[in-house]
C-alpha cells in the first residue's frame, strides 16, 4: 500500500464531502472496492486513496479508534509542538491559509506543454483511471476547490495537510534523528529504512498513464524543469520540484511566509 502497488488508486462507490471524516459509508467503499491489478504486479500513484486506507488501518489498530487526524494531533502533533492538521479545525484563522492555485480540468487543454500529454489524454477520459483517482468525490476534481473551508477541514489525509512550515522541518528532523521524542524504537526505524520490493511488472505508473508529472498545485509561471521558487503575490511564493530521473512525481507548494500556515498538494517519491 505505501508504495503504490496495491492497485486501489481508485473508489467506485459515490462519496460525498462528508463521508469522509470516518463515516460507514467511506469504510465499506474502501473494503469493497476490488484492485485494479494484482497487488505488488503493478504500480499507481494512489493519490487521495492512500490516506484513506492508512486512516482505516490506524483506527483498526489504535485503542482508541482514532482516525489518523486524531492519531496525528495526539501522538505526533501535541509531543512536537507542531502546528499542523489533517482536517483544519474550526477556530483556525483562515486569513492564515495560503490558497492553492492550479488548473481547472478545461485549462489543461490550454497547457499541452506543461502537462505530459498522456496524462493529459487519460484525465480527460471520465472512465480512465487518472480521472477516476482524483474525482471521488466529485469536488476534489477541481484543485482551486481546496481553498474551500468545508474541504479543508475534511480529513483527507493524501492531499489536504495544512500547517506551519517549521512544523514540518521539525517533524521531519525528528524522525531523521531517531524519533526519541515520539518514542519510535531502533526496530522501528529499521524497518522504515527497508524499501518495498519493486513491482513485478516494472515501474510504469498504471494510474497517471506513466508520467512523471502531476498537475495538482502547478503554475503557468513555474512549469519550466528545475526552476527557483518564484515570487506569488505579497509574502507568497511557489516551490517547484522538477523533473524527476526515476518514477516519482513533481508536486506543488504555495506558502505564505512565517507565520502563516502552508498548503500543500502531492509528493514525490
Known amino acids: 500500500m505505501l508504495a503504490h502497488q496495491a492497485g486501489l488508486p481508485v473508489i467506485d462507490r459515490p462519496l460525498g464531502l462528508g463521508d469522509l471524516n470516518g463515516s460507514r459509508t467511506l469504510s465499506r467503499a474502501l473494503a469493497e472496492q476490488r484492485p485494479a491489478w494484482e497487488p505488488g504486479t503493478r504500480h499507481g500513484y494512489h493519490g487521495q486513496s492512500l490516506g484513506w ?82 474525482g471521488n468525490p466529485r469536488v476534489l476534481g477541481t484543485v482551486e476547490n481546496f481553498n474551500r473551508p468545508d474541504v479543508q477541514a475534511a480529513e483527507i489525509p493524501a492531499a489536504n495537510g495544512v500547517g506551519q512550515v517549521w512544523s514540518i522541518a521539525k517533524l521531519y528532523g525528528e524522525v531523521a534523528t531517531g524519533g526519541a521524542a515520539l518514542g519510535l524504537t531502533d526496530a522501528t526505524m529499521d524497518a522504515l529504512r527497508v524499501a518495498a520490493p519493486p513491482p513485478t511488472n516494472g515501474l510504469f505508473d498504471g494510474c497517471c498513464a506513466s508520467i512523471r508529472g502531476s498537475p495538482w498545485g502547478t503554475s503557468s509561471r513555474s512549469r519550466r524543469s528545475g526552476s527557483a521558487p518564484r515570487r506569488s503575490g505579497p509574502s507568497a511564493r511557489w516551490a517547484w520540484a522538477g523533473r524527476l530521473r526515476r518514477p516519482g512525481y513533481r508536486y506543488g507548494l504555495r506558502v505564505r511566509d512565517e507565520p502563516h500556515w502552508i498548503s500543500a498538494l502531492g509528493r514525490s517519491s
Request: no cysteine.
Open 53 to 134: 486506507y492508512e486512516s482505516e488501518l490506524v483506527s483498526r489498530i489504535d485503542p482508541g479508534k482514532r482516525r489518523i487526524g486524531r492519531f496525528f494531533a495526539d501522538e505526533v502533533a501535541a509531543p512536537l509542538g507542531l502546528g499542523f492538521h489533517f482536517g483544519l479545525p474550526q477556530d483556525t484563522d483562515l486569513d492564515r491559509v495560503a490558497r492553492i492555485q492550479g488548473f481547472r480540468p478545461w485549462e489543461v487543454m490550454l497547457h499541452l506543454r506543461a502537462m505530459p500529454v498522456s496524462f493529459v489524454r487519460a484525465y480527460a477520459n471520465p472512465r480512465s483511471l487518472s480521472a477516476r483517482a482524483f
